[in-house]
């Protein structure tokens, strides 16, 4: 079972994050707000984008897990992966269900504020074809599915 381990939420989005889950794959993850309950214990430095890898903290777990989060959170929600062009020509992505707008990793930028009204539809296609992020997003979605048994 997913435990929660937060009073409260920082992520962008969290007041207004209560889409309904459209699968039963992970059956305690019914909100956003229950994903990253069980994230939160789960993002590792072997989850984190490689290039910034040596940068991952304990202290800082959503830094360089913005993708294969954003797409997992597709599967289990539904809706539409986002992304804000960054410095570098990286995306940071984050998620749209509905009328719903949320980004479970922005933390990782602590004070900075991102603009969500400036972005790019993102391709699971696309983000995939970096075999290195589709094994990443893999061993996530095994995490999850393990934690939450």
Request: hydrophobic share 30%.
């Amino acid at each position: 079972m997913c435990k929660q381990n937060l009073k409260e939420y920082n992520f962008y989005g969290w007041e207004n994050a209560e889409c309904q889950a459209v699968t039963d794959e992970f059956k305690n993850v019914k909100t956003p707000k229950d994903l990253y309950d069980c994230l939160s214990n789960i993002w590792c430095a072997e989850t984190c984008a490689p290039r910034l890898r040596a940068s991952w903290k304990e202290e800082n777990k959503t830094h360089g897990q913005c993708s294969i989060t954003s797409f997992l959170v597709q599967d289990i929600f539904g809706g539409e992966v986002r992304g804000i062009l960054r410095k570098g020509g990286t995306y940071h992505c984050f998620n749209v269900v509905g009328d719903i707008e949320f980004d479970l990793t922005s933390e990782q930028f602590g004070d900075e504020k991102l603009d969500y009204t400036v972005y790019e539809v993102q391709s699971r296609e696309e983000h995939f074809s970096d075999a290195d992020k589709y094994s990443r997003y893999l061993l996530l979605k095994e995490k999850l599915s393990n934690y939450c048994k």
